[in-house]
């Protein structure tokens, strides 16, 4: 699929809750081209001497329309300079990029695992699956869980975990998927948020011999396959054991078993 560059205007940009922000912009041929789990690379406008583009994942899109929306957490510079752009302010996109979430496979219940704004990533997964995924969202508080309205408006079950026991379950998401997993005999598991959150999901399902989709946390430069910012280690039938590829072409979504982690 070919990236497209396009200058994309700001139709809202507004908060959500807490640090947590949505920006809807309009993008009608990279939202025609998104796949489940893509990304684009963003240049925030007035910020070029500070960065190039930062990767966003694509929460949502409307091809009828043309809107393309990321939600973002404000957690340095460049996010907070992003939550103070206007509507109208022109942004430059390059995307969809990367490889997204495979459509769940005939026959399998989708289970989507999501820490935090993680579950933005998994949204178009869960609104393009046949059969609507059971969504396990976690996060420290109740203040971090995102999404849980627009996940059940898809006809979703949703559950929800937080480490204090603010909202939902007392403790990690992961709890809710070992329960979960206990009771679906066909599971297709896609998860996106914190990389040991990952981790402790691919390992539950290789406990199970269970295998997923799992979309890497990764910090990312070019996010295009040029400058290699963000390897990270798979599993490779070669002498090593392993081999290099790069989180911006090759993912950010992989095969849980293939990741190797350390
Ligand atoms: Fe440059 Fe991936 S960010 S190769």
């Given at each position: 699929m070919a990236r497209i560059q396009e200058d994309a205007p700001i139709q809202r940009n507004h908060r959500l809750q807490g640090?947590?922000?949505?920006?809807?912009?309009?993008?009608?041929g990279i939202a025609a081209a998104t796949q489940p789990g893509q990304f684009v690379h963003v240049?925030?406008?007035?910020?070029?001497?500070?960065?190039?583009?930062?990767?966003?994942?694509i929460y949502d899109v409307d091809a009828k329309t043309g809107r393309l929306s990321v939600i973002y957490k404000t957690v340095g510079e460049g996010t907070a300079h992003l939550a103070s752009l206007p509507t109208g302010t022109v942004m430059n996109l390059l995307g969809p990029l990367g490889v997204g979430f495979s459509a769940?496979?005939?026959?399998?219940q989708p289970i989507?695992?999501?820490?935090?704004?993680?579950?933005?990533?998994?949204?178009?997964f869960a609104k393009r699956s046949p059969v609507p995924p059971l969504v396990l969202i976690g996060g420290r508080s109740a203040g971090d869980i995102l999404l849980q309205r627009e996940f059940a408006a898809l006809g979703c079950e949703v559950r929800i975990s937080t480490n204090?026991?603010?909202?939902?379950?007392?403790g990690f998401v992961t709890a809710l998927l070992e329960q979960a997993l206990d009771r679906v005999s066909s599971p297709f598991v896609v998860s996106c948020g914190p990389n040991p959150m990952l981790y402790a999901v691919a390992r539950?399902?290789?406990?199970?011999?269970?295998?997923?989709?799992?979309?890497?946390?990764?910090?990312?430069?070019?996010?295009?396959?040029?400058?290699?910012?963000?390897?990270?280690?798979?599993?490779?039938?070669?002498?090593d054991g392993w081999?290099?590829?790069?989180?911006?072409?090759n993912g950010p979504v992989f095969k849980a078993s293939t990741?190797?982690?350390?």
């Open positions: 640090d947590y922000f949505q920006v809807d912009l309009h993008a009608p240049q925030l406008p007035g910020f070029e001497h500070r960065v190039l583009r930062r990767p966003f994942s769940p496979p005939a026959g399998t989507v695992v999501a820490g935090g704004y993680g579950c933005a990533a998994t949204y178009l204090d026991g603010s909202q939902g379950h007392a539950i399902l290789a406990e199970r011999g269970l295998d997923g989709e799992v979309s890497l946390d990764h910090a990312m430069c070019c996010g295009v396959g040029a400058c290699f910012a963000c390897v990270v280690k798979l599993k490779a039938a070669n002498p081999e290099y590829v790069r989180t911006c072409l990741v190797h982690w350390e």
